[in-house]
């Protein structure tokens, strides 16, 4: 006699297709959780390159606290540099940013100076750019800065915040880039909280895309090039959305 087969509920259905999307669903969400995780562990092959000439150095190093193992930014004296550029995500080939795209950018920074007048991040232009850097962050005086630059080279700053030697600071920018501006936007989030601008928006318009774009982080001393200066990071990521990077 022919066995009968057993005549499935719908709930009984839906329970199993839910089982079997759930590893597919759980897979996609991990993904799509984030870009990049630029953890100092993984060693400078993280990043798409390094600009970083000798006796100045980008190396991993320990922090001596909570923070662990970082990276540790050294511009010597009588260099002017030392970034690294662009990111890797798997530690061989350059990752490609887009136009027509938001990402989001996080990283911790302690600096052994805020005084002067030095570039701390860039979101950099390459090649044959209308604009060098669209957005640039500084530190002068005591201040971190972030700058939106216009095709025409104007400096127009956004925001700015004291911040002191020797302590830690956690920083995300969001960028939805566009070659037009009044596609664009940036977002900055400062320590966990997201910041107004000078114009008393929270996402300011403007052009942020050029004919291709990286992050640049690191020291660049365009103020004095004599003095030596070191920035450690920690916890860089690149993803979709602020909690991809907070």
């Known amino acids: 006699m022919a066995t009968r087969a057993r005549k499935r509920t719908p709930s009984a259905l839906a329970a199993l ?12 969400s991990a993904q799509a959780a984030g870009i990049w995780n630029g953890d100092a562990s993984k060693g400078t092959g993280v990043f798409g390159s390094v600009e970083c000439p000798a006796p100045g150095s980008l190396v991993t190093a320990a922090s001596g606290t909570a923070h662990g193992t970082i990276f540790r930014y050294t511009k010597p004296g009588g ?59 500084t530190v002068k005086d005591g201040s971190a800065r ?5 095709t025409g080279g104007d400096w127009k700053l956004l925001w700015s915040k004291p911040v002191a030697a020797g302590d830690w600071n956690a920083f995300a920018i969001g960028v939805h880039t566009a070659d037009s501006a009044s596609a664009g936007w940036v977002e900055l989030y400062f320590n966990g909280t997201k910041q107004t601008f000078a114009d008393n928006s929270t996402r300011y318009a403007c052009r942020t ?38």
Not at 89 to 97: I, K, L, N, V, Y
Not at 216 to 238: E, H, P
Request: net charge negative; aromatic share 14%; hydrophobic share 35%.
């Open 17 to 28: 297709a839910a089982a079997v999307a759930w590893p597919l669903l759980s897979s996609a």
């Open 79 to 137: 260099d002017i540099r030392c970034e690294s550029r662009g990111i890797s995500t798997d530690g061989s080939s350059r990752h490609a940013f887009a136009n027509d795209s938001t990402y989001y950018l996080g990283w911790e920074s302690q600096l052994s100076s805020a005084t002067g007048d030095f570039v701390v991040w860039q979101w950099k232009s390459y090649p044959n750019a209308q604009q060098n850097y669209p957005l640039i962050m």
């Open 146 to 150: 972030l700058f939106h630059v216009t």
């Open 209 to 246: 895309w050029d004919s291709a774009n990286e992050p640049k982080w690191g020291v660049y001393d365009r103020d004095d090039g004599s003095t030596t200066l070191i920035n450690r990071i920690d916890s860089l990521r690149v993803g979709t959305s602020y909690a991809d990077v907070s």
